[in-house]
């Protein structure tokens, strides 16, 4: 999921014990059975594991901080370790040296299934009530009707453009993938096999022939497609990109004129750009990340604590506007430092957010309730982008 510049917190943990566990297999998530009915004292420390700049102390930018708030009103000091990916992240969480992770969908379900997070009893987080309910019981953090993560911020992957170059002015991903010829060299992508879902999305609109339902569950013959496509795509892409800085260089420079983009980064670039950046009429994917709670927490009242927190209104208004991304409450919006963040972000705009397929990790459990195939996993994802890039 995302890469933004790498910036870090201080934080730790230790330990009182809450009657938690989960189980599960490699391929489909199995909910666990127990959650706490209370919570006991705070623990005085709590270690994090999240994207940077999800949880800043004032030791980056001494004006950003909303960590020592939270330190101060808990007793709880936290410390905390940034990861550049999804599967940097997944690498680091087995250790088990975090007591909460921020998690996107493109890891949840692997955390689940792998046990390694434990299902939450949401009456001990009362700021869960207020967050919006189209980010609810979703299918990346919930499963058998147990919610295993408490939302942090979301937002849609974009299509931008060179308003001088790319004419007309596009409405389709079409321009990244049947018309991108007419831009090679200067197409660009995001770096991840996530992506592929991208292309399905595509393909459901365009080719519905395939039969695909949910770009994030394919059969081998659905991902073949998508993989074919994205073949072609590749004679075309310039760069692929992971770092936004990377992606803001390589669009103010020219070197890249159209391809996939977050609104922080069309929000971060020169006056001087040509850009603009939309969402497509056949939507797009995107995420919402969750911040889940350790089966083996040394910390896990601490934990809650913070899972609490990170949803109140003024601190997921700090965390979302400082990351770039829509906060995750209304009640946020009336503390971000700019009148103008949560209408960029289209946040609570339910009819936007309905046009956005979230990451969600692919299993061999079909999504979209297929019963009589097994659709591909992440592992075979991963295979596929590595045969795809080459």
Known sequence: MKFMSALKVSVVATAVALTLSACGTAATPTASSDVPT???ANEKTLSLLGWPGYAEDGSNDPKVDWVTPFEEETGCQVTFKPYGTSDEALSLFK?????AIAASGDATLRLIAGGQVAP???DLIPNYANVYSFLKNR???TVDGKTYGVPHGYGANLLMYNTKVVKPAPTSWDVVFDKASAYKGKVTAYDSPIYIADAALYLMVHKPELGIKNPYSLDETQLAAAVDLLKAQRQNIGEYWS?????ISAFESGDTVVGTTWQVIRNSMSAKATVEAILPSEGATGWSDSW???STAKSPNCAYAWLNYIDSPKANAAATEYFGEAPVTQAACDFMASKDTCASYH???EAYAAKIWYWTTPITKCLDGRK????TDYARWTEAWQEIKG
């Open 347 to 349: 946040a609570g705009d």
């Open 120 to 122: 939450l009893n949401t």
């Open 38 to 40: 209370k919570l006991g």
């Open 95 to 99: 250790t088990g040296d975090y007591d």
């Open 243 to 247: 770092d936004y800085l990377k992606s």
């Open 292 to 294: 889940m709670i350790s």
């Open 372 to 375: 009589d195939v097994q659709c």
């Open 139 to 141: 299918e990346w953090n």
